[in-house]
Every structure is written in C-alpha cells, then in structure tokens.
C-alpha cells in the first residue's frame, strides 16, 4: 500500500512524549486507561490502520497484554483492522441522513469508485464506509472525511468532493492530538 | 420570548477564547463558589434550581450528587458525558464547539461541589474536531489560574482531562462510559453498585450530560431559586432542542422549559413549519429511543390539552398516547415518509450497536430488523407484526442496560400508532411510498 509512507512505528521521541503525557492524566496503575487515545495516536502514524504488530506495540507501551489491546479495537468501529485508503470517506446512514438521501449518495459513491462500502479502491486513493450518526442531523446528509464534516450532500457535492481528494497526497486519518 | 441560559453570546465566534468569554462575564460562578460557598452550599443551590439530567434520563441533579459516597477514603470523580450519539441528537456538538469554556466553568464549580479533583470529559470519538475545541480551552483556563493546583488562591485542586471514544454508541449509557475510560470495551455494568458508590476504578463517580454542567453556572450565578422560577413545575430552565428531518429551519434551539410544541414546530423563531408546505405525519420528540407519536398526539395530549416542552407533558398519557422528552432530539417527520422504512433503519442502529451481553437485546434486535427489512420490502406477512410486537415486548425489562428498552420502544410505538401503514405494506407486497 501507498499508506506505508505514512508509518511511524516505533513513535518518534515527540510522539513518545505525547504518549507520556496522556498517561500522565490517569492515576499511577491506571495506564490502561490511555489505550483508547493510544490507539487512535497508533493509527494515525500506522498509515491509517492498526497491525497485529501495531496493537502489540500499544501493549508494551502499556505494559499490559496484547489481548487486551486486541478486544479493545475489535470492539470501537473507529479502529480499522485492515489497510485503507488515503482518504476515508464515512457516510452516515442512520434516522435523519437516511430519510434525507444517504442512500442515494452511498450508491452513487459505489458507483463512481466503483467498490462497495467497506472496501478500498485498487489505487489505494479511497476507502469506503458508513457510519452512524454523526450528530449533524440537522444538516442531512452528512459525510465525514478526516476531522471535517461535509454537510447537506448532493450527488453533485459528492463529486466535487472525490475531485479534491484525488488530487490530495496527505491521507485523511489524523493524530487527534498533533 | 426566548431567553438565553446556555446560548447567549453563542454566535460571536471568539467566543472560545478564555479572554472573551471571561470578559463577557465567565467563569464568575467558580469565583463565587469557590471563594465564598462551601461545596455543600453549591449543591443546595443546585437542588433547589430542580435541574434535570439532560442526558435522556431527566434525573434530578442535585439528588444525584448528594447520592455521592463521600468519606469513605476514596477520591472522587466528576465525568462529562459528551458522547452524543443518540440518533437525532446535535445539541451537545453545537455546545463544545460554540463556548467550551460554558462546560469547564460548569465542571469546576461542579467539581468543587462533588469534592472531586479530577473530572474527565467523554468527548465521542468521531469528534477530534471538538476534542481540539476542548484541549485548547482547559489550556487556556490552566494558563489563566482556572485549573491546576490551589485554584484562585481557594486551596481547591482540580484537574480536568478529555478523554475520547472510539465509536459506539453504548459508551454513552454511563456505565459503559466508565469501562471505556478504564481502558476496555463499552460493556455496560450491572446495577447496583451505582457509579456514585462504586464508579470510575471502583471510586465515587457522578456522570453527568454536558448540557447539564454547562447550565450550573447559570444557577450559581443566579440562584437556585431563580432557576426554578422559570419552567413549568418540575421541568425548570431552559432545554437544547436539536430540531431535525422535514422542517424548514433545522438547528439547535434554546427554549423555556413549557413551550408548546405546536409554537416550537410552526413558529419562524423555531422550526418554522413543515418543508415545501407539507403536512406533519409524526415526531419523535427526544432521540431515536423515545416512542413516535403521530401529529395529532404530539399537538395535543389524548385529553386535549396542548402538549408542551417539559418532562411531564411529553410523557403525559404514558406510552399508549405519549412518548418522553428524551435528549431533546426532535424529528419530524412529513406525509411523504415511510414509518416502516424509518423504523427499520432505526432497528438496524440498534442491532448494530448492541453491546451483545445480553441475549433478548442481541438476538431480539437482529430479529426485528429482519422481520422489519421483509415488511419493508414487500415479504412481510401477517403474523409478522404481531411476532414483531412480541420479540420487542420480550426484550423489554429484560436487559442489563436500557438500550434493549430504547430499541423495543420505537418498535412498539410504531405498530400501536401505525398499524395500518405496516398492514398496507404486507396487502401491497411492497412499500407504498
Ligand atoms: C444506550 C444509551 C446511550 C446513552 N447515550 C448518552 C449520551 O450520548 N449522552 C448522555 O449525556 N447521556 C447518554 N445516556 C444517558 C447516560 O447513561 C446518563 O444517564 C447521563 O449521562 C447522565 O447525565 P445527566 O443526569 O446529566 O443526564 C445514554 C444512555 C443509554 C442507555
Ligand atoms: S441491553 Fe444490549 S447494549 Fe445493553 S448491556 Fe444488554 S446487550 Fe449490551
């Protein structure tokens, strides 16, 4: 994959110095609790997915098991376990998005990249998912793309959209402390 | 007449600055509770305000705190639940991003009442935009003396860390929220113990909504008494309604506790009326969870009287002819929508976000999404309303947290309210809409 780029596993000493500073906000003993933010660090500079090599990484960090970092990112949907594109785009498909063309706009994605949710375009360039809702309802249908939220989606903004990210070389996932 | 709690000054952008919010008058609350009340007064004032949970639940506040286990060696702990994932729910969002420092003024002085010096915000994970709101305020209000060791020269301590999800919604029910900070998967506790005896690491833990907290400031500022004094009875203040699906002006609304609905639909200062002038078919008026009412039940209570924006008369008639006020997730729903079809979407989110604990709430979401998925799409027979209403009756009660209960009431509420609509998709073989 093209992610590979991207991958900054083992941390560097500045992401290494963020990961002692979120464990520093939990007790003495309760390092676990840092797993979550550790594992959303991980996977920003793991190109965009966490690794069985990745997760075991988290856990010695942590000093805890790797079957505890595993049950953890099985259980969040935010965690992929398998590569992904450079850019993610999550499209929400719950009450209010659907009732105002989510479905629409799904099909017309899979139709333009021509895989369906949940799979990895063959250049690497697009991911596809959906999600639930994003508390946007107001401004149905919404879609996420890295931390912005792309609202009030037509099939013509949708395009607009996948041409900007073509173009785009940095991927969309991000360490949400950097 | 509107009146602003929690949305005054909201469209100045700079407001998530600590200078312009402090000049506009912030963060007074902590400098009263701190330098002239004790913790125990701040939560006097915060019972007499009657202030309800605005996490869904609508419990009273200030009962809860005083449920907290205090003295028994262990330190206590204050949580934000800013997991906000409740389909239809957008109001905590608009909150964060728009005046961050609203929240950390209401958990100091929160915090200061529960003794606790260490509160943690649960910011859903999908938001790294609002976490970034969030991280850069609590900075400012350390850099500022807000936060930290020995606050404003009171001896008080606190230290106030965000602590973000990973997507899933169960970790909004506040048990799972709490093995989600511990560092594990959002399964829910059974109870008791409650989290104010035994919470976060088995300490002492209030958990409260951000709406909640961002309205204590409010109260300390101005009195309890003076909190109570607006509202209808025992629903007091103000309430955040996220207003959603077929209206003119969706958004996020401050209102008086009381407003009738009819105004909050139809009024240009809210909703402003149904979309390209069609007619209202039914609202769910608090969050995906709380039971559909048709229009004529949502404008008017059975016995006729106009229902309002408040606890009460939202629930007035039980569930054969009411529903609840929930998070203030109001969707509204216009003749050209389809019940089974919305259902069935809804049905499908719970299934999806089942925990899978228990067996009635696993197996009986994935059922009723199945029997709903054939209704909807013309392989429905019969029975299979009576079979739907029967799997959603047995998973009521019947589980370790109320998700189950949340994904059998729409359910539930649908086929009492929309019997006929269900049966027209079986007679057709297909959806009529
Ligand atoms: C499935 C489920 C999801 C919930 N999601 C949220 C949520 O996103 N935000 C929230 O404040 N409360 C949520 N709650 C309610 C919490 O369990 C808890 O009652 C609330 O945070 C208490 O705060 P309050 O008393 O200030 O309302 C949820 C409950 C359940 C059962
Ligand atoms: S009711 Fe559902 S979500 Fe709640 S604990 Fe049981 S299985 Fe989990």
Redesign the interface.
């Known amino acids: 994959m093209e992610t590979d780029q991207h991958k900054q596993i083992p941390f560097n000493d500045e992401t290494l110095a963020m990961v002692n500073r979120i464990i520093g ?1 939990y ?1 003495e003993g ?1 390092q ?6 550790l ?2 660090i991980a996977q920003a500079e793991a190109g965009g997915w966490l690794s069985p090599e990745t997760m075991d990484y988290v856990a010695s960090l ?1 000093k ?1 098991k790797p079957i ?1 970092v595993y ?2 990112a099985t ?5 992929n376990l398998k590569p992904v594109g450079n850019c993610t785009i999550e499209v929400c ?4 998005c ?2 105002n063309g989510a479905e629409e706009i799904v099909s017309h994605l899979e139709k333009k990249l021509h895989i369906r949710v949940g799979e990895t375009t063959s250049d690497g360039k697009f991911t596809l998912k959906t ?10 249908p919404v879609i ?1 793309v890295g ?2 939220y792309h609202e009030n989606m037509t099939t013509e903004s949708v395009d607009l959209l996948l041409d900007e990210w073509r173009e785009e070389t940095s991927p969309s996932y ?1 360490n ?2 950097k | 007449m509107s009146l602003r709690i929690l949305t005054e000054n909201i469209d100045i952008p700079e407001l998530t600055s600590f200078e312009v919010y402090r000049k506009l008058g912030g963060y007074r609350s902590v400098e009263k509770s701190l330098k002239t009340m004790s913790p125990s007064g701040v939560m006097e004032e915060v019972k007499k305000s009657t202030l309800r949970g605005r996490g869904g639940a609508g419990f009273p506040t200030g009962m809860k705190w005083s449920f907290l286990a205090r003295g028994i060696g262990k330190p206590h702990y204050l949580i934000c639940n800013a997991d ?7 109001k ?2 608009y909150l964060m991003e728009r005046n961050p420092h609203l929240l950390i003024d209401g958990m100091i002085t929160s915090a200061f009442a529960l003794e606790a010096n ?1 509160a943690y915000i649960y910011v ?6 609002v ?2 709101i969030l ?1 850069k305020a609590i900075g400012e209000a350390y850099a500022n003396g807000f936060l930290g060791k020995n606050i404003l020269g009171s001896g008080y301590s606190l ?1 106030i ?1 965000c ?7 169960i970790c909004g029910e506040e048990t799972a929220l709490i093995e ?7 399964n829910p506790r059974i109870k008791p113990p409650f989290p104010a005896i035994a919470g976060l ?1 088995d300490c002492p833990t209030v958990v409260n909504n951000v709406e909640t907290l961002a309205s204590v400031p409010w109260i300390i500022n101005n009195g309890g008494e003076e909190y109570a004094k607006i509202g209808v009875w025992k629903s007091t203040g103000t309430k955040l309604m ?5 209206i003119s002006k ?3 609304y401050e209102v008086k506790m009381g407003l009738p609905v009819e105004e909050f639909i139809y009024s240009e200062e809210y909703c402003g009326g149904i979309r390209k002038g069609n007619k209202l078919k039914a609202v769910i008026a608090g969050g ?1 969870s709380v039971p559909i009412l048709p229009a004529d039940l949502i404008l008017k209570t059975a016995a006729g009287e106009p229902r309002l924006i408040t606890y009460e008369s939202l629930s007035e008639g039980g569930f054969e002819t009411g529903t609840m006020l929930g998070s203030g ?1 109001f ?1 509204v ?1 216009d003749n050209t ?1 389809c019940i089974v079809k ?1 259902l069935w ?2 049905t499908r ?1 719970y299934r ?2 089942s925990c899978g604990q228990c067996s009635p709430c696993r197996e009986g979401t994935g059922w009723m999404e199945k029997v709903l998925y054939g209704i909807e799409n013309g392989e429905g027979k019969m029975p299979d309303i009576d079979l739907l209403e029967d799997v959603a009756k047995n998973i009521e009660g019947h589980t370790i947290c109320p998700l189950g209960d949340a994904a059998a009431w729409p359910v539930r509420s649908a086929i009492r309210h929309f019997r006929s609509e269900f049966e027209e998709h079986v007679k057709l073989k297909k959806c009529p809409f």
Not at chain 1, 75 to 79: E, I, K, L, P, Q
Not at chain 2, 163 to 169: F, M, S
Not at chain 2, 242 to 246: F, N, P, Q
Request: aromatic share 12%.
């Open positions: 906000r007790p309760r676990k609790s840092a797993l979550i933010p594992l959303h942590l805890i505890e049950e953890v259980f969040y949907t935010m965690f498909r719950t009450g209010p659907w009732l999600v639930e809702c994003l508390a946007a309802c107001g401004n149905a996420q931390t912005a991000q949400p402390y | 906000e994932s409740e389909p239809g729910t957008f905590d969002r260490t859903r994970g999908e938001l790294f935009r976490l970034r991280e230290d860390f602590h973000p999800g990973a997507g899933a919604y989600s900070v511990e560092g594990k998967r959002g690491w996220s207003a959603c699906g077929h969706p958004g996020v995906s997730g969707i729903m929508t919305n979407n809804f989110f999806h976000e």
